[in-house]
């Protein structure tokens, strides 16, 4: 992947969100910057409704900015095509979802393999990745069960297995541990302080907690449409 | 886009999987369709089973001679002299017995229908003794044939079916008479077996018709000389008569009633279609928004439209197949040689025919399903494809 001279993998130059809703217009973000380097397990944290799931989407380009830009791996996401996103997501974004969005009639490696599916892998070498993913996230005892027999730490698990199984530039997660216990919640965030440290994966997560902000390598706190630092008071 | 048929398959499977889940708006769209399929198939099984003994009624080799001017049976009217020169002409198949032509003369008759009670037509035909090897299909399946002379008849099995009193041994009032059933017969399917049968001779004196004819049946030598037999007739100066093969005559007659029918059904089972249409869009459009989250989630991880596209026209395309084929089925058990009688508006005399439920409208049935199947998913199919990514996995 390419990075810029100081190692810079996601940049956010001036970037501005509105949502229109009806005549109104929702300022989100307003001209927001932000830097993140390769290699660090970065926080967000903020109030609801603060714009952290919308700053997310822009990084993972799920959406994009009304003006700015954002750069992932010295690529400017913000000028793709719908359709030139989705492949782009589908190779640089792995996602991790609050409700975990696993698919419920799929099995646990199903679920894995989904976005191998938009890959050149052979069958053979996705099943490889998928025994893979689900061996770090602790799971391949639990392959071919279904999601609604998995505990919510468990499904939480599967969730990091497909976000990591493609290898991607980037893993994002919104609120990865918002619905489950402290002690799942802990097991989750233990997996991915060791996919920070271990793979030296890039992870942007956002949470309302404190104590998950603690594993981070960098906590940044969004307030009214801006970044910084400290929490606002 | 690699591994376009995994994509397409995890998807479809997922589809079809949730099916179940929404078993009540699926099954709703799934009868719809099924009901549409019963009803156009039913339909055009009537048109089949009527054209299909209007076209066993025929053949090729056998022709039959009208005034000229004249489009039916009913509206001719040739002299004993004129049967005669008819019987001498060259071109007609003998036996030893003679040439194989046969002058007749066709009445109407009231009997009570077996289903209503009520009153209708039945064609009644006096025939000469080659009647039956100008049609050699005719047989006799219980008693025995008339006698020449007497005040019997024979009955079509058709007949027999649809009307009362005309088993073995019943009466039917002729005239001032009763004339006694003596047999029945079948005759392939063909129209005959709608018809009741006696000696031209006993029915002229009885409808008083003196010494006249309406028609004369003959077989020709081969299907091939028809031409020149038709000629050779319509240029005698003796004669005033028009020629046409026994199976072009059913067939004009048969292509009117099956164009109605086919017509009606086909408007029918359309309106039902468009409401069959709507049933499916709206099952499809809720099984798409049930699945809104998981829509996002695949398009969030990068999958295309076309493959999601794909996936909900499959599972419309799969649930209108399931219900065209519970139609089909239901239209085969439910119509399939169920009897009736219609009216055969060029003689105006009814027609016993069986439904006929063939596999080719079978086919027809279940195709119609898969369009509509088709039709009701697409616009579902769009709109799952449209959905913004970030503001669906909101709403999730
Ligand atoms: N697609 C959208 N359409 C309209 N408004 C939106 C949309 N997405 C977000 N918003 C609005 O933007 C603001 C920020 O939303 P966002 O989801 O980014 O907040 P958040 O910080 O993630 O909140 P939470 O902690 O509750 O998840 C909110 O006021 C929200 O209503
Ligand atoms: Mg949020």
Same mark, same amino acid.
């Given at each position: 992947m390419s990075v810029n001279d100081n190692g810079t993998l996601v940049k956010v130059d001036a970037a501005t969100k509105y949502f229109k809703r009806g005549s109104e217009e929702i300022h989100v973000l307003e001209k927001l910057d932000m830097q993140?380097?390769?290699?660090?397990?970065?926080?967000?944290? %903020?109030?609801?409704?603060?714009?952290?799931?919308?700053?997310?989407?822009?990084?993972?380009?799920?959406?994009?900015?009304?003006? %700015?830009?954002?750069?992932?791996?010295?690529?400017?996401?913000?000028?793709?095509?719908?359709?030139?996103?989705?492949?782009?997501?589908?190779?640089?974004? %792995?996602?991790?979802?609050?409700?975990?969005?696993?698919?419920?009639?799929?099995?646990?490696?199903?679920?894995?393999?989904l976005p191998l599916l938009l890959t050149h892998l052979s069958r053979a070498e996705r099943k490889k990745h998928v025994d893979a993913a689900l061996d770090v996230v602790g799971l391949s005892h639990r392959k071919t069960h279904y999601p609604k027999t998995l505990s919510g730490g468990e499904q939480q698990r599967v969730g990091i297995a497909r976000g990591i199984v493609s290898d991607p530039t980037l893993l994002l997660a919104d609120?990865?541990?918002?619905?489950?216990?402290?002690?799942?919640?802990?097991?989750?965030?233990?997996?991915?302080?060791?996919?920070?440290?271990?793979?030296?994966?890039?992870?942007?997560?956002?949470?309302?907690?404190?104590?998950?902000?603690?594993?981070?390598?960098?906590?940044?706190?969004?307030?009214? %449409?801006?970044?910084?630092?400290?929490?606002?008071? | 886009m690699f591994n376009w048929f995994s994509q397409i398959f995890a998807l479809i499977q997922f589809n079809l999987r949730t099916i179940w889940q929404r078993k009540g708006s699926s099954a709703a769209a799934l009868f719809g369709i099924a009901g549409v399929v019963a009803v156009l198939v039913g339909v055009l099984s009537i048109a089949q089973g009527f054209s299909a003994v209007?076209?066993?009624?025929?053949?090729?080799?056998?022709?039959?001679?009208l005034?000229?001017?004249? !489009?039916?049976?009913?509206?001719?009217?040739?002299?004993?002299? +004129?049967?005669?020169?008819?019987?001498? +002409?060259?071109?007609?198949a003998r036996s030893t017995e003679g040439a194989l032509a046969s002058a007749e003369l066709f009445v109407i008759i009231n009997l009570p229908k077996r289903s209503t009670g009520t009153d209708a037509n039945v064609p009644l035909r006096g025939v000469e003794p080659m009647a039956f090897s100008v049609r050699s299909d005719v047989n006799i399946i219980q008693g025995r044939p008339f006698e020449w002379g007497r005040n019997e008849v024979i009955v079509g099995s058709g007949a027999v079916r649809e009307f009362e009193g005309l088993e073995l041994g019943g009466r039917i009032p002729v005239g001032k008479e009763e004339w006694t059933v003596v047999g029945i017969f079948e005759a392939n399917g063909g129209i005959s077996e709608s018809e009741i049968w006696t000696d031209a001779s006993v029915l002229q004196p009885a409808f008083r018709r003196g010494n006249s004819f309406q028609a004369v049946y003959v077989k020709i030598e081969t299907p091939?000389? @028809?031409?020149? @037999?038709?000629?050779?007739?319509? +240029?005698?100066?003796?004669?005033?008569?028009?020629?046409?093969?026994?199976? !072009?005559?059913?067939?004009?007659?048969?292509?009117?009633?099956?164009?109605?029918?086919?017509?009606?059904?086909?408007l029918i089972a359309g309106l039902m279609g468009i409401g069959a249409v709507f049933g499916a869009l709206n099952t499809m459009?809720?099984?798409?928004s049930s699945r809104t989250r998981e829509i996002a989630t695949l398009r969030a991880l990068g999958f295309g439209n076309g493959p999601i596209v794909i996936s909900v026209m499959v599972e419309a395309l799969v649930l209108a197949l399931i219900g065209g084929a519970i139609g089909a089925g239901l239209a085969y058990v439910a119509f399939d040689g169920f009897r009736a009688a219609t009216m055969n508006w060029q003689s105006f005399s009814q027609v016993a025919f069986a439904f006929d439920v063939t596999p080719g409208l079978l086919v027809r049935g279940i195709f119609y399903a898969a369009i509509i199947g088709l039709v009701g998913g697409l616009f579902p199919a769009i709109r799952a494809a449209r959905m913004p990514v970030a503001a669906a996995l909101r709403e999730g």
């Open positions: 993140v380097p390769e290699g660090e397990f970065l926080a967000l944290m %903020g109030p609801s409704g603060s714009g952290k799931s919308t700053l997310l989407n822009l990084i993972g380009g799920l959406d994009r900015p009304t003006s %700015g830009s954002v750069t992932v791996a010295g690529e400017r996401i913000d000028r793709l095509s719908r359709q030139k996103l989705a492949a782009w997501r589908a190779r640089h974004v %792995g996602l991790v979802f609050q409700f975990y969005n696993l698919l419920p009639v799929l099995t646990a490696e199903r679920n894995v393999e609120e990865p541990t918002g619905d489950l216990d402290r002690k799942s919640g802990d097991e989750v965030l233990d997996l991915l302080k060791a996919l920070n440290k271990d793979h030296n994966k890039t992870i942007i997560m956002v949470t309302h907690d404190p104590h998950a902000a603690l594993r981070s390598t960098r906590t940044l706190y969004l307030n009214e %449409g801006k970044l910084s630092t400290e929490p606002a008071e | 209007m076209n066993a009624s025929g053949k090729p080799d056998t022709a039959l001679i005034r000229s001017g004249a !489009d039916t049976e009913m509206m001719s009217g040739l002299s004993r002299e +004129t049967t005669r020169i008819i019987a001498d +002409t060259e071109g007609i091939e000389s @028809f031409q020149d @037999f038709k000629d050779r007739l319509t +240029t005698d100066p003796r004669l005033n008569v028009k020629v046409i093969r026994q199976d !072009d005559y059913y067939a004009d007659q048969s292509t009117a009633i099956t164009g109605l029918i086919t017509g009606l059904g086909t459009y809720s099984a798409v």
